[in-house]
């Protein structure tokens, strides 16, 4: 089954500086990866996706993420981090088939220092 | 467009009540799905319908849990008899095709007592 790995459970940045959470996904075609965000309270966000074409993929409140084959992964980056993006991150996965859901990593929390 | 909507926000009830949790996905999804949040297990898709018929019920936790979807615009989840270690987050999410990602409500946390 496919499955993703956040290797990164806590994360801790300071304000403006770059950021780069990894994920690293199992799977045998090309996958179909999503990020999520989740701010405390709240429901999960998506930030961008990942089905083919174009590695690098652009998404919301400034994010991209890059994919890469040979690795197996599916980074998601920032070049300058606000204290509000201070929130738990989650990579998925989209199982084929059939089936339509969507597997999660466990999370990574980021926290953003003033 | 208001969104999934989840209700309750938070429910608090004694071990062995019946528990119904509500969600109202957004109109034109044709997905929907339950997951559960916990600190231990993280994200776990519960069950999840396509055109309001329970496509994948694997992860149903056991024979108290179960899912209903009786129109486009509603689904309930109710754990009967609830138990403390069914406490969590419970999330609906829908989906327009099933594959461009889901949209989450913001969840029930439920605790059992």
């Known amino acids: 089954a496919q499955s993703v790995t956040q290797p990164d459970i806590h994360i801790t940045v300071s304000e403006g500086a770059s950021l780069e959470l990894r994920c690293n996904y199992s799977?045998?075609?090309?996958?179909?990866l999503f990020w999520y965000v989740q701010s405390p309270g709240q429901g999960l966000q998506l930030l961008l996706k990942?089905?083919?074409?174009?590695?690098l993929v652009q998404g919301i409140k400034g994010f991209d993420a890059e994919f890469n084959r040979s690795q197996s992964s599916f980074n998601l980056r920032k070049p300058s981090v606000h204290w509000s993006d201070a929130a738990e991150y989650f990579c998925?996965?989209?199982?084929?088939?059939?089936?339509?859901?969507?597997?999660f990593g466990t999370g990574t929390r980021l926290q953003v220092m003033l | 467009d208001a969104g999934v909507i989840q209700s309750p926000r938070h429910e608090v009830t004694e071990m062995g009540q019946e528990v119904t949790l509500r969600c109202k996905p957004i109109?034109?999804?044709?997905?929907l799905f339950w997951y559960r949040q916990t600190m231990m297990r993280g994200l776990e898709l519960l069950i999840y319908?396509?055109?309001?018929?329970?496509?994948?019920d694997s992860g149903m936790p056991e024979d108290r849990f179960s899912a209903k979807m009786p129109n486009a615009s509603f689904s309930t989840l109710k754990i009967q008899p609830s138990e403390p270690r069914d406490s969590a987050v419970y999330f609906c999410?829908?989906?327009?095709?099933?594959?461009?990602?889901?949209?989450f409500g913001s969840g029930t946390r439920l605790t059992v007592v």
């Open positions: 998925a996965v989209r199982n084929t088939g059939t089936a339509s859901k969507l597997t």
């Open positions: 799977y045998g075609a090309t996958p179909y």
């Open positions: 999410a829908s989906s327009y095709n099933g594959v461009d990602g889901y949209t």
């Open positions: 319908f396509n055109n309001n018929v329970p496509i994948d």
């Open positions: 109109s034109g999804h044709d997905y």
């Open positions: 990942y089905f083919s074409g174009d590695t």
